[in-house]
C-alpha cells in the first residue's frame, strides 16, 4: 500500500539542522505516525512521502517557505517582566518556552532576549527560516478508520490515545 489521502504513515526519522546538528528523532521507541492529507505535517515533508510505501527510506531537505515559514521580525517583540506573573527567575531564561493567548488562539512564544526588566519574545515557530533535512524510513502504510477520519488524527500507540 502506498501513501495516499486518509492513509495512516508509521515513520522513523532524523531530523537535522543546516549545521547538522539533530533537531529530532522518531525512532523504535517514539515512532510518528500522521494521517495523510489533512495537514498534520509540514507541505515539503508531506509531499516528499506522498506515494511511499513501507520499507522505503526518503532523504530530503525542505525550504522554509515548505516548512515552518520564514522567520517574521514583527513577531518579536519586548515586554515587561510582570507579564509573566510568577514564574520564577530560574525558569525565566532564553530558550524558555510558553502558552500565549493570542487573536490567533494559543500560540507558543520563545524568550529569545532579557534585559533587567524588559523579556524580548518571539512567536516565531522555533523552526521557521530552517531549511530541514529528514531521513525517513517508512515503517507502515494502512487505511484509516472511519473513526480516524472523522477524526482527522491516527489513533492507537504513536497516535491519538483515548
Do not use: C, W
Amino acid at each position: 500500500m502506498t501513501i495516499v489521502k486518509n492513509s495512516i504513515a508509521t515513520l522513523h526519522y532524523t531530523l537535522k539542522d543546516d549545521a547538522g546538528e539533530i533537531l529530532d528523532v522518531a525512532d523504535e521507541n517514539n515512532p510518528f505516525l500522521y494521517m495523510h492529507g489533512v495537514g498534520g505535517m509540514i507541505p515539503g515533508l508531506e509531499q516528499a512521502l506522498e506515494s511511499g510505501k513501507a520499507g522505503d527510506n526518503i532523504v530530503v531537505s525542505i525550504e522554509p517557505a515548505a516548512a515552518y515559514g520564514e522567520r517574521n521580525p514583527s513577531l518579536t517583540q519586548d515586554v515587561p517582566r510582570d507579564m509573566f506573573g510568577n514564574i520564577p527567575d530560574e525558569e525565566m531564561v532564553v530558550g524558555a518556552q510558553f502558552q500565549a493567548q493570542t487573536d490567533q488562539g494559543v500560540e507558543i512564544i520563545t524568550v529569545a532576549a532579557i534585559d533587567g526588566d524588559t523579556i524580548k519574545i518571539d512567536g516565531n515557530h522555533p523552526m521557521a527560516g530552517e531549511t530541514l533535512h529528514f531521513n525517513v524510513d517508512i515503517l507502515d502504510v494502512r487505511d484509516a478508520t472511519e473513526e480516524e477520519i472523522s477524526h482527522g488524527h491516527p489513533h492507537g500507540p504513536g497516535g491519538h490515545q483515548h
